[in-house]
T-cell receptor, first 113, second 118 residues
Framework: SQELEQSPQSLIVQEGKNLTINCTSS?????LYWYKQKYGEGLIFLMM?????EEKSHEKITAKLDEKKQQSSLHITASQPSHAGIYLCGADMGKENTDKLIFGTGTRLQVFP | GAGVSQSPRYKVAKRGQDVALRCDPISGHVSLFWYQQALGQGPEFLTYFQNEAQLDKSGLPSDRFFAERPEGSVSTLKIQRTQQEDSAVYLCASSLARAGGYVYNEQFFGPGTRLTVL
């Protein structure tokens, strides 16, 4: 779907470096979810943002949703090889009869020692 | 385990064959979703159930795709006369309830079924 744009498409960083992944929509988002996926596996829930300006952190990962609720960023501090994987943002567009998520195309993160 | 399970994990089908993919959601979860994930892409919505009712099937790509959840728990996604373009990972997700309003529920995903159509 082109309703959510993720950037960059791929990222290769050295262990210990910080990085940011962005997720942008042309429409207001009613809920924004960040998931991580490893090859051959399902999606692992990271965080959900709902309110404009909201920010959440878990361990070394911080996610933010802008005031207009159209853009979110995922920031990893002091990256580790365990952070490697595909990061997906998913959004609830607020349809009344479903909670289906629209996903971005994903950002593939590689962390080398 | 307590998570969403899917079977089979891998399926190879000859073009034209029918396949059935199973999803066991987390016990007590009202909402169930099917997504299709092509290689290098994000998941795309196929269909949604609230208990046994299929409330949204707008993402099913053709009438060859059919999903059911007859007793409001286990769901089956059936693909008839498979085509090569059906090759993808099929993900199932469940959530506790359809919340509406401004309360949203995390969707728990299964490991997926990787379908390869030859």
């Amino acid at each position: 779907s082109q309703e959510l744009e993720q950037s960059p498409q791929s990222l290769i960083v050295q262990e210990g470096k910080n990085l940011t992944i962005n997720c942008t929509s042309s429409k207001t988002l009613y809920g924004l979810y960040w998931y991580k996926q490893k090859y051959g596996e399902g999606l692992i829930f990271l965080m959900m943002l709902q309110k404009g300006g909201e920010e959440k952190s878990h361990e070394k990962i911080t996610a933010k949703l802008d005031e207009k609720k159209q853009q979110s960023s995922l920031h990893i501090t002091a990256s580790q090889p365990s952070h490697a994987g595909i990061y997906l943002c998913g959004a609830d567009m607020g349809k009344e009869n479903t909670d289906k998520l629209i996903f971005g195309t994903g950002t593939r993160l590689q962390v080398f020692p | 385990g307590a998570g969403v399970s899917q079977s089979p994990r891998y399926k190879v089908a000859k073009r034209g064959q029918d396949v059935a993919l199973r999803c066991d959601p987390i016990s007590g979860h009202v909402s169930l979703f099917w997504y299709q994930q092509a290689l290098g892409q994000g998941p795309e919505f196929l269909t949604y159930f609230q208990n046994e009712a299929q409330l949204d099937k707008s993402g099913l790509p053709s009438d060859r795709f059919f999903a059911e959840r007859p007793e409001g728990s286990v769901s089956t996604l059936k693909i008839q006369r498979t085509q090569q373009e059906d090759s993808a990972v099929y993900l199932c997700a469940s959530s506790l309830a359809r919340a509406g309003g401004y309360v949203y529920n995390e969707q728990f995903f299964g490991p997926g079924t990787r379908l390869t159509v030859l």
